[in-house]
């Protein structure tokens, strides 16, 4: 059972975030373990986006703490929370359609070629970015995507969530946030995402995933948080209650105990 003593990868308390009059976060927490999928599930405007964003370095929160492995962060950019190990693929696909696809997977940490070349000249490596950028997609199980040197924006959504997927999977060390990944994605696409999703956690990545699509998250998710009016109403399993309940605790039609939640580890990590 659980570990209470295990420390969270990332975790919230008491978040608040508001945009003038509108309340996003009203002191949400939130918790990610060693390990697991966390799926994030609320209706629309429940805060899931804005509490990710706080995480993400793209929202700093009004109030509230955040802490990576057991020590407070303060990010004031995306680029602080890479710099932590935290990549997110945001509901907004954030491609550069006119950029093919290993140019997208290093967009903003582009090689350089090595010597004066490089560091004068700052001419990019595009043969080694090709390479490492089909290693990757390769390596992640991402067969279709025939040609690295594609624009972005002739790819189908599925091939262009799984360039953003990779990206995530590529340079995030230590957590990957999906927002709402498979929402525009095809049966076989979302599919594919799925497994990219529980690949990355075999490999011992955490993963929080944000959807609104239960059989999804009943296949994937640890654990699943439920946000409800910018709080978390519960934290629970797929094992410890079935869809109906996870939407009427969504809904507020139900309220689940405390010692009821999964609040600790479920998951022994990899
Ligand atoms: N940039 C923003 N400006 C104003 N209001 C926002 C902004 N982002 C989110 N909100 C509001 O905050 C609430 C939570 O939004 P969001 O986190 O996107 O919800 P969810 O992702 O659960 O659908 C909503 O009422 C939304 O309209
Ligand atoms: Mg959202």
């Not at 995480?55 to 009004?62: E, I, M, N, R, T």
């Amino acid at each position: 059972m659980s570990t209470a003593s295990a420390t969270p990868i990332l975790q919230g308390r008491n978040l608040v975030k508001t945009f003038g009059r509108v309340v996003g976060l009203d002191g949400a927490n939130i918790e990610l373990y060693p390990g697991e999928v966390l799926a994030v599930v609320g209706d629309n405007g429940a805060g899931k986006s804005t509490l990710i964003k706080c995480f993400s370095g793209a929202h700093s929160p009004d109030q509230g703490e955040m802490l990576v492995n057991g020590e407070s962060v303060n990010f004031r950019s995306t680029q602080d929370a890479r710099a932590s190990g935290i990549e997110t693929v945001f509901q907004t696909l954030a491609v550069a359609p006119a950029l093919d696809i290993s140019e997208n997977l290093y967009l903003g940490r582009e090689i350089r070629k090595s010597g004066p070349l490089g560091t004068i000249f700052r001419t990019l490596d595009k043969k080694r970015m090709r390479r490492e950028a089909a290693d990757h997609l390769k390596a992640l199980g991402i067969g279709t995507v025939q040609n690295i040197s594609q624009p972005v924006e002739t790819l189908s959504g599925g091939q262009r969530q799984a360039v953003a997927v990779a990206r995530a999977a590529t340079f995030g060390s230590k957590v990957i946030i999906l927002d709402e990944p498979t929402a525009a994605l095809g049966v076989n696409e979302s599919a594919r995402v799925l497994q990219l999703i529980k690949d990355l956690r075999d490999r011992g990545l955490p993963v929080i995933l944000i959807s609104h699509n239960m059989p999804q998250v009943f296949e994937v998710a640890d654990r699943i948080h439920v946000q409800r009016l910018g709080k978390r109403a519960a934290v629970v399993t797929p094992k410890s209650h079935d869809m109906p309940e996870v939407v009427a605790i969504m809904t507020g039609a139900l309220t689940v105990p405390e010692k009821d939640q999964a609040l600790g580890p479920v998951r022994k990590a990899a």
